[in-house]
């Protein structure tokens, strides 16, 4: 893949966002519904290419998907690498998912963090 990535994270909308010397934490008792996954691996033809340590990882034309679960298996929150996709295509595959934040750090303030 190509360098130069857009870094996007999809957690549930009440999550808290803390940013560290270790990087971005999400704060919540929430979790995104399988159905998320579900829409991103037909949006973006999604292919299954390793489990490690609670993480699933995916890849696509233009995209790596990486699914970290909690201890009981559920969602936590979902790290995506875009490359020659755009977050359009990203917010276009997820509208109807109104309890799912996209938050593209990038975008954001940093007063709103």
Do not use: C
Not at 44 to 70: H, S, T
């Amino acid at each position: 893949m190509m360098a130069g990535y857009k870094a996007v994270f999809l957690i549930p909308a009440s999550a808290k966002k803390i940013f560290d010397d270790t990087g971005w934490a999400f704060e919540t008792k929430n979790r995104l519904r399988v159905t998320v996954l579900d829409a991103l691996k037909q949006a973006f033809l999604l292919q299954f290419a390793e489990r490690y340590l609670g993480i699933e990882a995916y890849v696509g034309d233009g995209v790596k998907v990486n699914v970290i679960y909690d201890e009981e298996g559920l969602i936590e929150h979902i790290s995506i690498q875009l490359w020659e996709r755009t977050a359009k295509e990203l917010k276009e595959a997820l509208h109807e998912f109104g309890d799912v934040d996209i938050f593209i750090p990038s975008d954001a303030p940093s007063a709103s963090v």
